[in-house]
């Protein structure tokens, strides 16, 4: 499976956007999914993430109530709606693959990673 992320771009704070990650291949649905992030200067951080199936999902404290992660594996993709957003929301956003364990929120859990995409959002 490889991973694309897209769907970033400039924001004024409040405002919202739809992130997509694009999955090739056949198997997409054996993966459990994860959006992280990184800001300038700061480490990977974990964001949301997503079972095999989409039923269940997980968001760090600072995204809850206003990300939304979620998946169509008919499709291969995955998404993630940010509304609400905030300067410090502002960084590359990758999302991930995983075959282990249960919506995993750590970096080393997760095999595949896509190439990012570039979130900035102004105050």
């Known amino acids: 499976v490889q991973l694309q992320a897209s769907g970033g771009g400039l924001v004024q704070a409040g405002g919202s956007l739809r992130l997509s990650c694009a999955a090739s291949?056949?198997?997409?649905?054996?993966?459990?999914m994860a959006w992280f992030r990184q800001a300038p200067g700061k480490e990977r951080e974990f964001v949301a993430t997503?079972?095999?199936?989409?039923?269940?999902?997980y968001y760090a404290d600072s995204v809850k109530e206003r990300f939304t992660i979620s998946r169509d594996n008919a499709k291969n993709t995955m998404y993630l709606q940010m509304n609400s957003l905030k300067p410090e929301d502002t960084a590359v956003y990758y999302c991930?693959?995983?075959?282990?364990?249960?919506?995993?929120?750590?970096?080393?859990?997760?095999?595949?990673w896509g190439q990012g995409t570039l979130v900035t959002v102004s105050s």
């Open positions: 291949g056949r198997i997409f649905s054996r993966y459990g």
């Open positions: 991930a693959a995983s075959l282990n364990g249960w919506l995993p929120t750590g970096t080393e859990e997760y095999d595949l």
């Open positions: 997503i079972s095999r199936t989409g039923g269940s999902t």
